[in-house]
């Protein structure tokens, strides 16, 4: 999740603490649905316990990248870690 995305480069905005928050959670429940774990409660406390485990760090290093409304579009469209990927390239 979020791990080496390098987000688009060039034009775009600087990513916001939601924008990254928003990333992050969609990026949990696709990892979470390839597992298999599609019960809403279940995907919400493994979400909690990844954000509370390394959730600050990955969003921390997401803040003030360089993202454009088309990826986060993207990504709220994915529905596999590779196209989150692809998304963030």
């Known amino acids: ?3 080496g995305a390098s987000f688009a ?3 775009g905005h600087p990513a916001s603490r939601d924008e990254c928050e928003a990333i992050f959670k969609r ?4 990892e ?3 597992q298999n774990v599609v019960d809403p409660k279940v995907v919400e406390e493994r979400t909690a316990a990844v954000r509370d485990a390394r ?9 003030g990248r360089s ?6 579009a993207c990504v709220r469209q994915a529905t596999t870690p590779e196209q ?4 963030l390239e």
């Open 1 to 3: 999740m979020l791990g």
């Open 32 to 34: 979470l649905r390839a």
């Open 9 to 11: 480069a060039g034009c």
């Open 84 to 87: 989150v990927d692809r998304c």
């Open 27 to 30: 990026s949990a429940e696709i």
């Open 55 to 63: 959730g600050k760090e990955l969003i921390d290093r997401c803040v």
């Open 67 to 72: 993202i454009t409304d088309g990826a986060m």
